[in-house]
């Protein structure tokens, strides 16, 4: 059995989203925590969890990426009970029968998105049209005998060095070249 974890590969998501899931929980779509809203008219941090976020179900906090993980019946128990749990208390679900049926649907959904290998990486693209929400998904394969790494990384810059006109972010950490 395969299921979903967050994945933090550098510190954005907590910049890019109000809250962000810690690392290493269980996460499902959470496609649903948009049922009442026009993904069109979201703005911010609510938009950019509308459109790329999946659902820490601990936290109730988004991710960027989540990773195929390998798991045990007893996991997958304990995230159906976690997320009807959540669901009762964070999202007004009426009793834990409905919100267990509804966590189960989530879950499988999520099973459904972990075909490839253990360690993919797969990320969501949401879309709103006509009332209706569109996910889409895919996965981020790492070259051969590369390691998941940041996906950012940070240079010091000396305070007395001035950018010119033609500084470009891509020549960011380069050694300088004479010209």
Partial sequence: MKLLRTIALDPSDTFV?????EPGEWAVSGAFRFWDCDGAKLQGKARAAFRGGF???QSWGWSTLAQIVP???DDY????DLLS???VDRFGAPDMAAAKTAAEEEVAFAQSLCSHPISSLIA???TSSDGEVRESFRRLQLREGQG???AFSFIEMEDDVEPDGDLRLADLGREPTVR
């Fill in 148 to 150: 998941h790494g940041k």
């Fill in 55 to 57: 659902l820490g179900v």
């Fill in 17 to 21: 989203f109000d809250v962000a899931a």
């Fill in 85 to 87: 749990r959540q669901l």
């Fill in 124 to 126: 969501v693209h949401r």
């Fill in 77 to 80: 128990h304990g995230l159906v």
């Fill in 71 to 73: 798991a045990t019946a």
